[in-house]
T-cell receptor, first 112, second 116 residues
Framework: QKEVEQNSGPLSVPEGAIASLNCTYS??????FFWYRQYSGKSPELIMF????GDKEDGRFTAQLNKASQYVSLLIRDSQPSDSATYLC????????????FGQGTILTVHP | ETGVTQTPRHLVMGMTNKKSLKCEQH?????MYWYKQSAKKPLELMFV???????ENNSVPSRFSPECPNSSHLFLHLHTLQPEDSALYLC???????????????FGDGTRLSIL
């Protein structure tokens, strides 16, 4: 059973639109959540992390966490073609103490 | 150099070869990790080291042998690998105690391993 689930996509949005990436997790004890961006052939790059319920904003990125629903999302405003990548959601804490548990990633394509 | 560096970037080896992957972090972190990334599968944690001590071995076959001589360096020794071991191997590091929930992990660019 997968512990972190993401829609693999691909998710396609036009340039300038809001891209919404979603993630659910099964371990209720998970304490923090991370969003990584991975370009093809490159390593994952940390975008944001969140561990309190609610929203956390950083530039064009907003992470949203709802622990009651075991749901975390990433919104990308004013999407750019350079945002095209695979976005990885990961959880930490709970029964997975000592490791990050990753979802399979969502492929995002932003077309001009 | 800054961040997390991995060498080599690409490695092709036969099933009977012995090789090693190297990771070095320049971030002053205390914890280091090895991950395996295969096509269409989530990143899989292999090993975790905290202050040079192995704290997690995630059911990895013995043909993979990690070594952490100090908090800045991490090796993965490879021996008698199988074709299904072909993948991208990523090293990461984090501040504080390994797995601390509020410490994000920073990744190197990985070694692309191909087993013939």
């Amino acid at each position: 059973q997968k512990e972190v689930e993401q829609n693999s996509g691909p998710l396609s949005v036009p340039e300038g639109a809001i891209a919404s990436l979603n993630c659910t997790y099964s371990d209720r004890g998970s304490q923090s959540f991370f969003w990584y961006r991975q370009y093809s052939g490159k390593s994952p790059e940390l975008i944001m992390f969140i561990y309190s319920n609610g929203d956390k904003e950083d530039g064009r990125f907003t992470a949203q966490l709802n622990k009651a629903s075991q749901y975390v999302s990433l919104l990308i405003r004013d999407s750019q073609p350079s945002d095209s990548a695979t976005y990885l959601c990961a959880s930490a804490g709970g029964t997975s103490y000592g490791k990050l548990t990753f979802g399979q990633g969502t492929i995002l394509t932003v077309h001009p | 150099e800054t961040g997390v560096t991995q060498t080599p970037r690409h490695l092709v080896m036969g099933m009977t070869n012995k090789k090693s992957l190297k990771c070095e972090q320049h971030l002053g972190h205390n914890a280091m990790y090895w991950y395996k990334q295969s096509a269409k599968k989530p990143l899989e944690l292999m090993f975790v080291y905290s202050l040079e001590e192995r704290v997690e071995n995630n059911s990895v076959p013995s043909r993979f042998s990690p070594e952490c001589p100090n908090s800045s360096h991490l090796f993965l020794h490879l021996h008698t690998l199988q074709p299904e071991d072909s993948a991208l191997y990523l090293c990461a590091s984090s501040q504080g105690v390994a797995g601390a929930f509020d410490q994000p992990q920073h990744f190197g660019d990985g070694t692309r391993l191909s087993i013939l």
